[in-house]
């Protein structure tokens, strides 16, 4: 019985009506397909042309083949009962990364398990042995205060503040990209890591090896897409609140940063300044003369970022004409409503070319012609109104089969937009992320967290597994987002605190909606969406103000140092939070850190998250020398010390 084929770098086996495709896809990487009783197809979801690999080597026995590709090699055994083909990944020592899981003889069990959908395709189930003391990282943004995902259980799918980014670094030396963006799950258990997808046509998956987390960072970003350049503007201090309501309110709190002499690079205009969801453009009731208003911040050297949502409500100027000409989300049954958030509305559909072409054409015409450079794409997961997964379909398939990559096409409607339009670089903050949103200029933020020291302590693991994952551009709401009252000495500590991480954050950005709320009219007297109290720098109180000016002043004195951190995450792939095993993956105690990190390969930053706290434990890699960057205190690694954390400063270490 001949199972194996080469069909030139290929290699190719055929067991029992099922095609597996082995194919080098750059450095030290391979990609993995599968499919049954059909050929595999090249869908790329996430995946770019492959970079040139060097030599590849096949060599075929009669129950055995194997894929050499630099420090990766691809063995695949047909074995067993009944002779299944099974894969197993090695480093260039000869040590195991990673392996399926075996058919159990007797037990006769499927690693890669095909279960079909009467008439349609496959829910597929892939399954890999588990490894005891391995460590495995990244996956985008889960709202969990967890770094190390080894012994839990993930969802693939996005939902506000979630980012499912099914990208995983381990600790053996290797990275995993599940490349699917179907609606599924992830398990890493004990005996046996799973992959589950719904709905799908077959299996695809790419792994790449690397002596450093740096090299599997590298030929992940080769593989996906490197993030453009940040813009200078992205460097410094944004502010932002639910919501400035009309013009004159915006260029008063921008005049009064200007008055103060704080450093400001962005101000943001967030939603429902439109007439109508969906209208992509200003209501000129309250911003009469968005030219003006532009102008006025480019000569304060202030940029003005504009929110956009995917929503078009079923009253909007172009629901019917997006609605006839097929560029709306469907949903499968029922009322053709995707959420109901002040008014019924369903999605774009960011999956159709067409779609997006449509809604860039708006938003240039009444936002990027006047100047704005900078957008804010809102609901990107999309937040369906009871997330029913299985109840919308897009252009190019079904939500259960393709959902999680929404927001990556959403990235792409502007990104390609902006590249059309002559600029260089466009960054765009977003809600969400899928596997090559990087590639778009995606800025993540991690959504509609609450104003609580749990979240805060949720937001640091966040932006940690989010650069693993191959997205390094990430913030998050300063303070959080729900129910923050400035009044209130419990927020102003959570705010200070906070705050002082923000600065060591890819980008330093204030946010949120304060308690208690403003009402909102109309000149006519009708009621329209409400507003947050005041959240400026000013906002918290005179203890606050100081240390909030300091840390502002702070990140003005660090441009140079961002912007080459900012350099690097766009040559290398490398994230600018940067877990301490990343840096440090020798170290052993740096394995699960996940309270502490390295901002870039200078700054060891220790944020405060604990209410009260005036003093925290941080720890000290062996084999390094540190030096307090505020009081100057020489410290040998090596060791864990309790380090002084009084309100007006966190424990920043700089690397001698």
Known sequence: ???????????????????????????????????????????????????????????????????????????????GWSKTARITFFNQKGEMLLRETSDGNALVLKARKFEPHLGGDYALTVTFE???????????????????????????AHRNSQASVPFVMSSKGYGFLWHNPAIGSVSFGKNRT?????STKQMD?????????????????????FAPMMPEYGLGFWQCKLRYWNQEQLLQVAREYKKRGLPIDVIVCDFFHWPRMGDYRFDPEFFPDPAAMVKELKEMG????????????????????????????????????????????????????????????????????????????????????????????????????????????????????????GQENPVNLVRCAWAGSQRYGALVWSGDIMSRW????????????????????????????????????????????????????????????????????????????????????????????????????????????VRGLMQQAHESGKPLLRAMFYEFPADPVCQDMKDQYMFGEKYLVAPVMQPGARSRSVYFPT???????????????????????PLERIPVFERV
């Open 302 to 421: 202030i940029e003005l970022m504009v929110s956009v949502w995917p929503q078009v409500a079923h009253t909007s100027e172009n629901y019917q004409e997006m609605l006839h000409k097929g560029l709306l989300v469907r949903a499968e049954y029922g009322e053709q409503i995707g959420m109901r958030f002040v008014e019924d509305s369903m999605f774009f559909d960011a999956t159709n070319p067409r779609a997006r072409q449509y809604v860039w054409e708006k938003c240039k015409k009444n936002y990027y012609d006047y100047g704005i450079k900078i957008f804010w794409l809102d609901e990107a997961e999309p937040e369906y109104g009871t997330y029913d997964f299985k109840n919308y379909r897009y252009q190019i398939g079904s939500n259960q089969q393709i959902g999680n990559i929404y927001p990556q096409m959403f990235s792409r409607c502007f990104y390609d937009g902006m590249i059309e339009a």
């Open 1 to 79: 019985m001949q199972y194996f084929e080469q069909q030139g770098d290929c290699l190719i086996c055929r067991t029992k009506g099922e095609m597996l495709q082995l194919t080098p896809w750059g450095q030290d990487s391979i990609r993995v397909q599968a499919a049954l009783v059909q050929e595999v197809q090249d869908t790329r979801f996430a995946l770019l042309d492959a970079t040139p690999a060097q030599a590849v080597q096949i060599q075929i026995q009669e129950n055995c083949a194997t894929l050499c590709c630099g420090k990766l090699t691809a063995r695949i055994d047909v074995q």
């Open 130 to 156: 588990g490894q005891d003391d391995e460590h495995l990282y990244g996956m985008g943004q889960y709202q969990e205060e967890c770094l190390d995902w080894k012994g839990c259980t993930l969802e693939l």
């Open 194 to 198: 799973t992959w589950h997808a719904e």
């Open 454 to 561: 749990e979240d805060f302590r949720r937001q640091v693991c966040a932006g940690l597994s989010m650069g693993i994952a191959g997205v390094p551009w990430w913030t998050t709401d300063i303070g959080g987002f729900h129910e923050g009252n400035p009044e209130k000495e419990e927020f102003r500590e959570l705010l200070i605190r906070w705050f002082q991480w923000g600065c060591y954050c890819p980008v330093m950005r204030l946010h949120g909606d304060r308690r208690p709320g403003e009402k909102v009219y109309r000149k006519d007297g009708t009621e329209t969406l409400f507003s947050g109290s005041d959240n400026e720098v000013w906002s918290f109180g005179e203890q606050a103000y100081p240390i909030l000016k300091k840390y502002m002043l702070r990140r003005e004195e660090m441009r140079d140092y």
């Open 205 to 225: 998956y790419w792994v790449t090896a690397g002596d450093t987390p740096a090299d599997i960072s590298l030929n992940y970003a080769k593989a996906t897409g």
């Open 623 to 645: 084999g390094t020398v540190w030096k307090n960057v505020d009081t100057g205190e020489v410290v040998q690694g090596g060791q864990r010390i309790e380090v002084d954390a």
